[in-house]
């Protein structure tokens, strides 16, 4: 047996893990009317299949009627979930992987315009500003109908042999009770630590009484709210050791922090160019307080720092639940010697942004997470080898050659630089987003391992590319940025490119335009204003940076905010004229009825890519399927086999920024659904 310490089982009552880490509990958004069916029991099977100990379900999954989920989540008050949990939890065991779920009431973190329209119940009246729902003050006959509901859903579980569950408790109804700030009762469930505590062992009074002593019940809760006024580190502490000795819990899961804000939500769950496992000491300090089976996740996303908790002692099992959706085969790849082929989490945090608006998670750089039932995680082999040459060494040409060698072709990469990248290389200039080169870096090794032909610095015409004499040509070539969108003036600014790149310094009294609304604005005026420049950031939209979304905008906030930029919604850049050295902003609004003028000696507009299509279209009349895609076989998961120009030799393609501006993750999943079926 191995000695490593990430590979040793671990034994919770009657339950054996085969090894020490799992996947935390978190609601992808996968569910189907409220239940688990063949999307979420596939994305689960997947891990599970590549030896992950425990998979945990649902974050969280809703007890009561009253608890709507803001999101798509499992639905764990209706009867009809058994049978769907069952087929997902018989599924995860045919592989050896235990699985639980988290079962929770909202609370306030819900609205009351979701489902079926009740009022919002919280132990305050105090609105949760995330949500933005003034809750109703609980009553006793709310208190005694949740309880029944949490013993139900637990029931439930148990009927639907799962191994256990987990009762959540932080920034849900369970620690509105617990926290001062969310808790203005009077006793008996209100006042003292005793009585705000009182709803969480009533609750797990009527769990144990429907389930019985042997099934396993965990608490995941937050040890220290880390905010004036709110539950202290002393309090958690006392917390995990009345959890511990009221006998009716069997593992803590910790955390520290608190989510009612897009801020403490990013601390708590930390994005990339934060701190990795920040909260894993403090993990630790329970389990040594305590002496009691501890779990924990917060940007744990390699390897190295798994092992470390492990190895410490700080846990018991530890939570790689992000990197899981990067890599769901991350404990084979361990267990073979191979941790060097891991897909690293590169901490973008497209995953959790997406649900938090409404859609399903999916990983920036691996597009096969939450399709698992129509895109591969492993690639199966073509059966007969041809020759791909790929234009374009970005996100969507490397995907297309990994993807594409991985099928066993012969792949050529011609790309202009000097290096691998394109917009990915730019982006991680940023100190906050130098993660991301991850993405190309993992793409890269995969790619020479696999015997991929790079040609760089070569800015590739349509000669160089039929002197290859391909069966399939891929245009990946990228877009440029895209200024020219003034009545007037459009020669006078400069983009948002330029500054990052370094090839424009940086004015003094900027005015940033985004019509884009993603990074590369908010990293332009970071860079500015870090040098003492005064900054404005002007959007026609209502809201800035819509692209960028909630969690991801924190950090950016944050220092933007300390230099003082300035942000301006619902106007829009008309036009510019120079005026000496200074140059005249015009500016209107899309609501009508305005048009002022303001003095800058910058401006800067972002307003996406225009596609570099030169080389696509040059190429287009000598193809055979004349550029065509077959929209049909590209979103069925078939192969491309139009033959428009029966004199053409090879088949072409466009993908990514190459057919129009969009985002990384939608340039990887181009290259993956068009290579997997080359």
Do not use: C
């Given at each position: 047996m191995s000695?490593?310490?990430?590979?040793?089982?671990?034994?919770?009552?009657?339950?054996?893990?085969?090894?020490?880490?799992?996947?935390?509990?978190?609601?992808?958004?996968?569910?189907?009317?409220?239940?688990?069916k063949e999307l979420y029991r596939a994305y689960h099977v997947e891990r599970a299949k590549a030896g992950v100990a425990m998979t945990m379900t649902a974050g969280s999954a809703s007890v009561s009627r009253d608890?709507?989920?803001?999101?798509?989540?499992?639905?764990?008050?209706?009867?009809?979930?058994?049978?769907?949990?069952?087929?997902?939890t018989d599924a995860c065991h045919e592989h050896g992987a235990a699985v639980m779920i988290q079962l929770t009431h909202l609370g306030r973190r819900t609205r009351w315009d979701k489902s079926h329209w009740l009022p919002v119940v919280s132990p305050s009246r105090n609105r949760e500003a995330a949500h933005r729902a003034f809750p109703k003050q609980i009553e006793d006959w709310d208190i005694e109908r949740i309880i029944k509901d949490y013993g139900d859903a637990a029931e439930r579980m148990k009927a639907a042999g799962l191994d256990g569950i987990e009762l959540q408790a932080y920034g849900h109804l369970m620690d509105q009770f617990w926290s001062p700030l969310t808790n203005t009762l009077d006793g008996p469930y209100g006042g003292s630590l005793d009585n705000r505590l009182r709803f969480t062992f009533d609750v797990l009074t009527e769990v144990r009484k429907r389930v019985g002593p042997d099934f396993i019940v965990g608490m995941r809760y937050t040890a220290d709210e880390a905010m004036a006024g709110g539950l202290t580190k002393q309090d958690g502490l006392e917390i995990s050791r009345r959890l511990k000795g009221s006998g009716m819990?069997?593992?803590?899961?910790?955390?520290?922090?608190?989510?009612?804000?897009?801020?403490?939500?990013?601390?708590?769950?930390?994005?990339?160019?934060m701190a990795s496992a920040p909260h894993l000491n403090f993990a630790g300090e329970i389990r040594a307080a305590t002496d009691f089976p501890t779990f924990h996740a917060a940007k744990i996303q390699d390897v190295a720092t798994a092992r470390h908790a492990i190895a410490s002692g700080k846990l018991d099992m530890v939570g790689m639940t992000r990197a899981h959706m990067t890599d769901p085969h991350i404990l084979r790849k361990i267990i073979e010697g191979r941790e060097d082929d891991i897909r690293p989490c590169v901490g973008a945090n497209y995953c959790l942004d997406r649900i938090y608006q409404g859609g399903a998670a999916y990983c920036i750089h691996n597009a096969a997470t939450g399709r698992e039932t129509t895109m591969p995680h492993n690639i199966p082999k073509a059966p007969a080898r041809r020759k791909i040459v790929v234009v374009g060494a970005g996100p969507a040409g490397l995907e297309t050659a990994r993807v594409a060698a991985e099928r066993g072709h012969e792949v050529v990469v011609f790309e202009a630089a000097s290096e691998a990248g394109g917009q990915i290389r730019l982006t991680a200039r940023s100190p906050r987003r130098k993660e991301m080169i991850g993405i190309v870096e993992w793409r890269v090794a995969q790619c020479r391992a696999l015997g991929v032909t790079f040609n760089y610095n070569q800015w590739a015409e349509s000669a160089t590319v039929l002197a290859e004499k391909p069966d399939v040509v891929v245009v990946a070539t990228g877009g440029f940025p895209h200024t020219e969108i003034l009545s007037e003036g459009n020669d006078l600014v400069v983009s948002s490119w330029d500054v990052i790149s370094g090839d424009v310094k940086p004015g003094t009294n900027v005015?940033?335009?985004?019509?884009?609304?993603?990074?590369?604005?908010?990293?332009?005026?970071?860079?500015?204003?870090?040098?003492?420049?005064?900054?404005?950031?002007?959007?026609?939209?209502?809201s800035f940076s819509p692209e960028v979304m909630a969690m991801n905008l924190v950090p950016y906030m944050r220092s933007l905010q300390k230099l003082d930029v300035v942000f301006t919604v619902t106007y829009r850049l008309d036009a510019v004229r120079r005026d000496g050295n200074q140059l005249v902003a015009i500016v209107g609004s899309d609501y009508g009825g305005?048009?002022?003028e303001q003095v800058h000696d910058q401006i800067i507009v972002n307003h996406g890519t225009v596609p570099l299509d030169d080389l696509y279209f040059e190429l287009k009349p000598l193809s055979r399927n004349l550029g065509a895609v077959d929209y049909d076989a590209f979103i069925g998961g078939a192969a491309q086999t139009r033959a428009d120009n029966p004199d053409g030799k090879f088949q072409l393609f466009r993908i990514g920024d190459a057919v129009a501006a969009r985002n990384t993750h939608a340039a990887i999943y181009d290259g993956l659904r068009l290579a997997k079926d080359l």
């Open positions: 000695n490593d310490p990430l590979l040793q089982p671990y034994r919770l009552k009657h339950l054996t893990f085969r090894n020490r880490i799992i996947i935390t509990s978190h609601e992808p958004a996968y569910p189907e009317d409220g239940m688990p608890s709507p989920p803001v999101f798509n989540n499992i639905l764990a008050y209706k009867d009809e979930v058994v049978g769907w949990m069952k087929d997902l819990v069997d593992f803590l899961n910790v955390i520290r922090g608190h989510i009612d804000t897009d801020a403490g939500l990013t601390d708590v769950i930390p994005i990339q160019g005015l940033v335009f985004d019509d884009a609304g993603d990074h590369a604005a908010l990293q332009a005026a970071e860079f500015i204003a870090a040098t003492g420049a005064r900054v404005e950031v002007m959007t026609p939209d209502r305005v048009r002022k």
